[in-house]
């Protein structure tokens, strides 16, 4: 839930080094846990987790390779590894009234342009999925920030309505409902 505000409200919130770092400050100390979550935009984080405690001496990069290649394929897995550690390096946006302190957003582009061209790769099926769709409009939506410099734009209305429907939260308070325009 950390980095982004609101949470979830720009699609995925990958945070593989974040949970890498954890992992090894605590390997030896925990013994299982209880993972918490608020949504679905933190799956891939879940699975880190959940994986981890499994199998400890498993890197963040391999469990994300490995969900890629699960959910989306083998052939865009290295892709959304790179994918993944962008978005979090981006993260920290938030919404203030009718505009955002975006995050550093020093990759977005980077960062779009690399799932635009994974995307091209998929399947119909899978590209339409919600897991694949968090990725892409998370990518999306920090590109579009940067251009516009933390301002509203018509490219943004969309999104934000995706995100709403994926996350059944046309009607949902703020704190956990992505942005609308002011």
Not at 22 to 34: E, K, M
Not at 48 to 76: C, K, N
Not at 161 to 171: C, K, S
Request: glycine share 10%.
């Amino acid at each position: 839930m950390e980095g982004n505000g609101p949470w979830g409200g720009y699609g995925a919130n990958p945070r593989p080094r974040h949970w890498q770092r954890y992992a090894d400050g605590t390997r030896g100390v925990l013994s299982g846990s209880w993972p918490y979550s608020e949504g679905i935009y933190e799956d891939l984080n879940k699975v880190m987790i959940l994986q981890w405690e499994w199998s400890p001496e498993r890197t963040m990069d391999d469990i994300v390779r490995e969900y890629a290649a699960g959910h989306f394929g083998a052939d865009v897995a290295d892709g959304v590894v790179r994918a993944a550690a962008m978005m979090e390096e981006d993260e920290g946006t938030h919404q203030q009234a009718s505009h955002f302190h975006a995050g550093p957003l020093v990759r977005a582009e980077e960062c779009r342009a690399l799932v635009e061209s994974l995307d091209r790769r998929l399947p119909e099926p899978v590209r339409r999925s919600w897991r694949w769709r968090l990725l892409v409009l998370r990518a999306e939506i920090d590109a579009e920030l940067k251009r516009s410099a933390g301002e509203w734009s018509e490219a943004l209305v969309p999104r934000m309505e995706e995100l709403r429907a994926i996350y059944h939260a046309e009607h949902a308070e703020g704190a956990v409902c992505p942005p609308r325009r002011g």
